[in-house]
């Protein structure tokens, strides 16, 4: 039962950071860009 729960609270992280790190890495990605257009 105990060894269940951490499997499936694991695999709930993994692909917890899956989704969320593309997310936050497009987004800096995005924050990079409009800072460089501005600057320019």
Do not use: G, Q
Request: hydrophobic share 70%.
């Amino acid at each position: 039962m105990f060894v269940m729960n951490v499997a499936k609270v694991s695999l709930m992280l993994a692909i917890c950071d899956n989704i969320v790190l593309p997310i936050v890495v497009l987004n800096l990605i995005r924050v990079m860009n409009v800072a460089k257009v501005s600057h320019i």
